[in-house]
């Protein structure tokens, strides 16, 4: 099932994480670089295939959902529509994190790297800012920050400002608090 493969895809990805971590720590290791990269380079097309599937079927629901009369709740397709959700915000998530390590390995090959953009779309799209927002104008009450990954996906996405050449942004990003603690 789709829900397994993801789930396999997230243990390549620890692997080459754990990679990428040693190699950070010892850049002459060129054999870490190399083994995650390759091993991120095979997963990302599979996360982004997968991805795109589960927001394809995630419309079909939410489609099916609404024809439905208001007052015949489907708790059978509302299951079905939470847990399609859990998946591909899982896959977004890993994706968005497997294209970050990537482009930092292919950046530091002297490579100019579109993985940093593909991580970018992948942060937006699972903190629900896929439209362009000015991010001076975010709170974070709107970006559900209580969830880890969501946090660690604002991180991810304040980090490809930055290696995009947007310190300005990256810096709205990594100072964003709640109101009540401003």
């Known amino acids: 099932t789709v829900a397994l493969e993801v789930a396999r895809l997230q243990g390549d990805y620890r692997r080459a994480e754990s990679l990428f971590l040693r190699w950070m720590d010892d850049r002459s290791a060129d054999g870490l670089k190399r083994e995650s990269l390759s091993i991120l380079e095979r997963i990302t097309g599979l996360l982004a295939k997968h991805q795109s599937d589960l927001y394809a079927e995630l419309q079909s629901l939410e489609n099916r959902l609404d024809k439905l009369d208001p007052q015949k709740p489907s708790p059978a397709l509302e299951a079905e529509l939470s847990r ?68 660690r996906a604002l991180i991810g996405l304040a980090l490809d400002e930055s290696a995009l050449g947007h310190p300005q942004d990256a810096d709205l990003l990594f100072q964003l608090r709640s109101e009540e603690h401003t």
Do not use: C, H, P
């Not at 903190?127 to 009450?141: F, G, H, S």
């Open 84 to 151: 399609v959700s859990m998946i591909a915000a899982r896959a977004t998530y890993f994706l968005g994190w497997s294209n970050y390590y990537r482009g930092v390995l292919e950046g530091s090959m002297g490579g100019k790297t579109q993985a940093f953009q593909d991580s970018r779309i992948a942060f937006r799209k699972l903190l629900d800012l896929e439209k362009e927002v000015a991010y001076r104008e975010l709170r974070a009450e709107f970006l559900g920050l209580e969830s880890l990954w969501r946090s």
